[in-house]
């Protein structure tokens, strides 16, 4: 028996067996079979019109609440820098614009987050969950009283999450799939509450200037959002002891 076991690891390298692709894992279930067979094309030929491939594909997701979109930048695992490769419109959110400090108060949240699982069988058709609470709404919200469960998911119906209806989450949904399938760790997402040009972020410090704590969160997201429109590489965030961010 001892000689079984140990010969056993040999014995599978040697037939040839291998684990299966994330993306094999992810086709075992029908929904995730049905976005590929309906964008699966779609996605080769948007990459390919802006020269990434798939098997080297890096992604990065920014949503922008006011407007109702969802940008998806791609680029190369080698590339340096991110191109704009596609403009998923929102069918809806809930809330209005500002944080999400606590549990049923229907607001999507703000700030910078990252993918942190894929549900092939979601309620909402499929989805793809968002890590909130990160640490700065631990730290900032009501604790105990956070609420989660947020996510990208099909349907057009809002608690808090972003609902981008069936036909749009199965081609975002495909992206993600192929994104870990070559091996991307974590996919980046930063929700803003707007896009934040100088001007409408002086409006927004005019319009809500006595919701401090908004305020402070806006600012270290307009730090992050005019260095990456003048660099399109994320920039590196990290979360400080009072819940604010050192964007750099």
């Not at 749009?168 to 070559?182: F, G, H, P, S, T």
Request: hydrophobic share 35%; aromatic share 12%; proline share 4%.
């Amino acid at each position: 028996m001892r000689i079984f076991i140990a010969l056993f690891p040999i014995l599978l390298l040697c037939s040839g067996m291998t684990s299966d692709t994330f993306r094999e894992k992810q086709l075992n279930y029908t929904r995730v079979r049905e976005a590929y067979a309906s964008k699966e094309k779609i996605v080769e030929k948007t990459l390919t019109g802006h020269s990434v491939s798939r098997d080297n594909l890096r992604i990065y997701l920014r949503v922008f609440k006011t407007e109702k979109i969802m940008e998806m930048w791609a680029k190369n695992c080698s590339d340096s820098v991110f191109s704009l490769v596609k403009e998923f419109p929102i069918c809806d959110l809930s809330g209005d614009v500002g944080a999400k400090r606590r549990s049923r108060d229907l607001q999507v949240p703000e700030g910078f987050y990252h993918i942190s699982g894929l549900n092939p069988y979601s309620k909402y058709y499929l989805s793809i969950k968002v890590n909130y609470p990160n640490a700065s709404d631990s730290i900032r919200g009501v604790r105990k009283h956070l609420g989660n469960n947020i996510f990208i998911h099909g349907s057009c119906i809002s608690s808090g999450c972003l609902a981008m209806t069936d036909d749009r989450i199965r081609e975002l949904y495909v992206y993600c799939v192929e994104a870990y399938n070559a091996g991307q760790e974590e996919i980046g997402l930063t929700i803003f509450p707007a896009r934040l040009s100088d001007a409408t972020y002086s409006n927004l410090l005019s319009w809500y200037g006595r919701y401090k704590d908004d305020v402070k969160l806006w600012g270290d997201l307009k730090k992050s959002y005019d260095l990456f429109e003048k660099t399109k590489i994320p920039p590196a965030v990290k979360f400080l002891p009072d819940g604010t961010h050192d964007v750099k």
